[in-house]
């Protein structure tokens, strides 16, 4: 399978700052990233798709003011969670696939911290 | 109801039997079906996917699809302690691009 690569696999911020998490593809061309967030013992939650170098498609419910989304090339996309609280701690992560097929392959998640 | 459901379980069998897990789903009009297993503390892996109807193999694994019942199982063979995860269903629509949506997972216990 192909090869994503989330980092940083773990930050501890304080509140009030800010976090960003980078998606890399390291095999194949990232059309389309997804983000998820993961609560404990709950299912993955999407936030957003991001296609190359559009504007990220946001869920219902998940503000995109605070968390901004980049995908500015066909191998990186980067989730920012501004003025994070700790309500925002969480699993966060990534999938990406290419136009030739359907499957998406999963980063290996972030779990942010916030104190 | 929601768009694809799982049994939450816990599935609970003893080492070499057979696990099965099933997923059913809303959308008649879905393309791509899925399954990935989720250790504890980890990202998702995917294990297969399956687009026809029928089954599909891959070493211990069967994927089985039956678009007119609009369900899609998973069977795992000779089952193993290192099989103990949390299995997620995931079904995807008619575009390549498309996002996925997700199952809340079955999770899965071998027991030696």
């Known amino acids: 399978g192909a090869v994503v690569s989330q980092h940083p696999s773990w930050v501890i911020c304080k509140s009030g700052t800010s976090v960003k998490i980078e998606c890399r593809s390291l095999d194949f061309q990232a059309t389309t990233m997804f983000w998820y967030r993961q609560f404990p013992k709950q299912s993955l939650m999407l936030m957003a798709t991001?296609?190359?170098?559009?504007?990220?498609?946001?869920e219902q419910g998940v503000e995109k003011d605070k968390f901004l989304i980049n995908h500015a090339s066909l191998t990186l996309s980067t989730l920012t969670v501004t003025s994070a609280h700790p309500e925002d701690s969480s699993f966060y992560i990534c999938?990406?696939?290419?136009?030739?097929?359907?499957?998406?392959?999963f980063g290996q998640g972030t779990r942010l911290t916030v104190v | 109801q929601k768009e694809v459901e799982q049994n939450s379980g816990p599935l609970s069998v003893p080492e070499g039997a057979i696990a099965s897990l099933n997923c059913t789903y809303s959308?008649?009009?879905?393309?791509?079906f899925f399954w990935y297993r989720q250790y504890s503390g980890k990202s998702p892996e995917l294990i297969m996917f399956?687009?026809?109807?029928g089954d599909k193999e891959d070493g211990r694994f069967t994927a089985q699809l039956n678009k007119a019942s609009q369900y899609v199982s998973l069977l795992i063979r000779d089952s193993q302690p290192s099989d103990s995860a949390t299995y997620l269903c995931?079904?995807?629509?008619?575009?390549?691009?498309?996002?996925?949506?997700f199952g809340d997972g079955t999770t899965l216990t071998v027991k030696p």
């Open positions: 991001s296609n190359e170098g559009s504007k990220a498609t946001y």
């Open positions: 999938s990406a696939s290419d136009r030739d097929r359907t499957e998406a392959f």
């Open positions: 399956i687009y026809s109807n």
């Open positions: 959308d008649r009009g879905s393309q791509s």
């Open positions: 995931a079904v995807k629509g008619r575009t390549n691009a498309g996002k996925s949506t």
